[in-house]
Structure formats: structure tokens, C-alpha cells
């Protein structure tokens, strides 16, 4: 008997351990081709063999300053900051057991925000000091929601709501420096707040690609221990899991991916939200959703930009069609809590 249970259990391990590999290796594939096709589309299309020579760094009239200069720094700003919105929101989603906990759903990207649109509005600013500002606002913003929700004992939902709460002053703080700024500034400022892919360039790519590879890994090897804290607060500590420190760390973590990639992209939206849950749905429980979440977040960016760029006559910021996919979402998410109670 004790024999046979064991044998189911094995058995359940297995299959899921099969499902979440086969996802991963899809979601990767898919992740590439999608990567190539940003490569391939434009006015003019090249062959494999002239985007692998501009890659690999050879001049080709033409190809060099399409491919290199404008398709490459695209495509690798979209990847690594779908990447790093779909671990953060992930993170977040799976520590705090609620699929609403999403750092654009709680105030920490609107920190980054505010932090961006003052220094592009009021000081003028460009380059590295506004990533350096949006990671230290995002950090603020994340430790003040952290310091207010704890009240004796973490709750969750306490933070939720208090989360909400800033990102509807912080939105009210940047309608506010929109309304006050010189009216030639402002729409490099909206251009930014919808989030989009246009103007990257490579300088963008190296600090970005550092940080979530950094910020990644630690993600990833703290994924057992978030699997733990999504049991729960006291299931956490009477496994012996230092609760309040890993909380912090994945935090810290989630935070500096979310913030500078939103300095980079702007804050294209929902896809922090969306891509844990998309994840979870399609890899399975047993394991933690981080690198499905990455890849998720990244196959969101990489098509929304395709989709935006190609299929209408008019090209869409990325942000505005991550926008119409994610609130529909989010009602449902709302209306299903209001029948249930409050359970997300």
C-alpha cells in the first residue's frame, strides 16, 4: 500500500517535471523565432546570411545601420526587459499569493515613473542618471509599501491595497508634471509613458542585459524558497526558512529589474502581471515560475512589438497592445474576487 502511494507520487513528480521542462524549451524556441523575425521584418528584408555577418560585426551597405543600428537594439531591449518584467512580476505575484501583486499593479513601476518623467520634465536630464533615479525610486517606492504593510506582522493583502493606493498618487504626480511642463517636452515624456521599443540603440543594451542576468540568477536560486513563502508565513518559518531576509532579497531583486528596465522601455504595461499567471497555466505547479515568467514576459514584448510595428497602418508603442491585453485581465481578476470574497 505505502509502496503503491509512493509510486503515484513518483509518478505525479515525473509528469510534471516533464511538463515544465517541454514548456521551458518551447517558450525558448518560440522566444528565438520571434527574436529572428524582429531581425527579418522592416522595409527592406535581409537574408540569414547577411543578418548573422552584421551580427557578427561585418559592414554591409545598408544591413549594418538597419540591422545593427535600429532591428538588433530593438529586439535585445525587448528580450531582456520582457525577461525582466515577467520574473519581477512573477516574484512578486508568488511571494505574495495574489495574482494582483504585480509591481505595475502596486505602485513600484509608477515610482520608476514619476523618477523618469522628472528628470526628462523638470531637470532635463538623459542617459544613465534617469535609470540610476527610476532604480532608486522603484526601491523607495518598494520600501515604503514593505515598511507600511508590515504593521506587527506581513500581510499580503495589506500591502496590495496600500500598494494600489501609492500608484494612484504617483499617477496623479505624474498628471501633475505633465500639466505643469513646457509644452515641447511633453510628448517626448508621453512617448516614454507608453511604453515603447523606438529609439533604442545598443548603449542601452549592456547595463541591461548585466542586471538581468545579476538580478535573474538570484531570482532563479532563491526559486525553491519562494516556492516555501508561497506556502505561507508560519509554513515558511517552521520550515526553517528565514522569511524576513529572502523576502527582502527577491524583493531587492524584483525591484531592480522592474525599475531599470522600465527606465529603459517605459513601463509597458501588464506585463509584469500577465506573465506569471500565463506561466503558471502553462507550466504547472512543483516548480518555481520564474524562467517561464521571463520568457513569457519576453514573448509578450517581442510579439506585441511585431503585432504594433506590421499589422495595422498606423505602428503601435508596444505598451498600448501589452495595455488591451492586460485589462481585460484585470477585470476579470477584480469580478472574480468580488464573487469569491476577496480570493484572487
Not at 522566444?31 to 555577418?53: A, D, Q, W
Not at 549594418?64 to 505575484?93: D, E, K
Not at 501609492?166 to 517626448?188: C, E, G, H, K, T
Not at 500577465?274 to 507550466?283: E, K, Y
Amino acid at each position: 500500500m505505502i509502496k503503491d502511494d509512493f509510486n503515484i507520487v513518483k509518478s505525479g513528480f515525473h509528469k510534471r517535471r516533464v511538463r515544465f521542462i517541454v514548456v521551458t524549451l518551447i517558450m525558448t524556441i518560440l522566444t528565438l523565432i520571434l527574436c529572428t523575425s524582429m531581425l527579418y521584418l522592416g522595409n527592406t528584408k535581409y537574408s540569414p546570411e547577411v543578418i548573422i555577418k552584421v551580427i557578427l560585426g561585418e559592414q554591409v551597405k545598408g544591413a549594418s545601420f538597419a540591422i545593427g543600428s535600429v532591428r538588433l537594439p530593438r529586439m535585445l531591449s525587448g528580450l531582456l526587459a520582457g525577461i525582466a518584467f515577467g520574473m519581477a512580476g512573477s516574484t512578486f505575484q508568488t511571494m505574495l499569493r495574489n495574482p494582483l501583486a504585480s509591481p505595475d499593479i502596486i505602485g513600484v513601476t509608477s515610482g520608476s515613473s514619476v523618477a523618469t518623467v522628472f528628470c526628462i520634465l523638470v531637470l532635463n536630464l538623459s542617459g544613465s542618471i534617469i535609470s540610476i533615479t527610476a532604480v532608486i525610486a522603484g526601491l523607495i517606492v518598494a520600501s515604503l509599501i514593505y515598511i507600511l504593510a508590515r504593521g506587527g506582522s506581513f500581510s499580503g493583502g495589506r500591502l496590495i491595497l496600500i500598494g494600489i493606493g501609492i500608484q494612484a498618487m504617483l499617477n496623479a504626480v505624474i498628471s501633475f508634471l505633465l500639466l505643469r511642463a513646457n509644452q515641447y517636452d511633453v510628448p517626448a515624456a508621453l512617448r516614454w509613458l507608453s511604453g515603447s521599443l523606438n529609439g533604442m540603440s545598443m548603449k542601452n543594451v549592456p547595463v541591461l542585459f548585466l542586471v538581468v542576468v545579476i538580478f535573474g540568477c538570484i531570482l532563479v536560486l532563491l526559486g525553491r524558497h519562494l516556492k516555501i513563502l508561497e506556502l505561507g508565513e508560519q509554513s515558511a518559518i517552521t520550515l526553517g526558512l528565514k522569511a524576513d531576509q529572502t523576502r527582502i532579497l527577491l524583493v531587492l531583486s524584483a525591484v531592480f529589474l522592474i525599475a531599470y528596465a522600465t527606465a529603459v522601455t517605459g513601463p509597458i504595461a501588464f506585463v509584469a502581471f500577465l506573465a506569471g499567471p500565463i506561466a503558471g497555466r502553462l507550466a504547472g505547479k512543483g516548480y518555481s515560475n520564474v524562467i517561464p515568467a521571463g520568457l513569457t514576459g519576453a514573448i509578450m514584448v517581442l510579439l506585441a512589438d511585431i503585432v504594433g510595428q506590421f499589422a495595422f497602418d498606423t505602428r503601435f508603442p508596444v505598451g498600448i497592445l501589452t495595455g488591451i491585453m492586460g485589462a481585460p485581465y484585470l477585470l476579470y481578476l477584480l469580478i472574480r474576487m468580488n464573487r469569491t470574497g476577496g480570493a484572487a
